[in-house]
């Protein structure tokens, strides 16, 4: 059964390392996103410290782990800290969608 994660990246302060990998970066994610793995990601906003959330629907925090350790930012070093924790949603507009378990397409 699919459940949702959050997962939280803390980055280097490499910011030349981060620039020069975001494109394999960005397309790691993109095609997480066209199979229905990630539901949302972005970058934290222009005050605070660099880094990011990412939401995954997955079986488990393992297969979780994996998508990261796969990661163009984890691969080269840009992620400094990142933390995976499942994810409860109840209120709001998209929680019923988080929470639902996921369907074949």
């Given at each position: ?26 397309a ?36 979780v ?5 796969r ?35």
């Open positions: 059964m699919a459940r949702t994660f959050a997962v939280t990246y803390s980055y280097s302060p490499d910011e030349a390392l981060q620039d020069a990998t975001r494109p394999a970066h960005l790691h994610l993109r095609s997480l996103a066209d199979a229905g793995t990630l539901i949302a990601s972005g970058p934290w906003g222009p005050d605070d410290a660099r880094g990011g959330l990412l939401i995954f629907r997955a079986d488990t925090q393992a297969a782990q994996a998508i990261v350790d990661d163009p930012f984890t691969v080269r070093g840009v992620v400094a800290s990142s933390e995976i924790r499942e994810w409860l949603p109840l209120l709001g507009s998209a929680a019923p969608a988080l929470a639902a378990e996921k369907t074949a397409n």
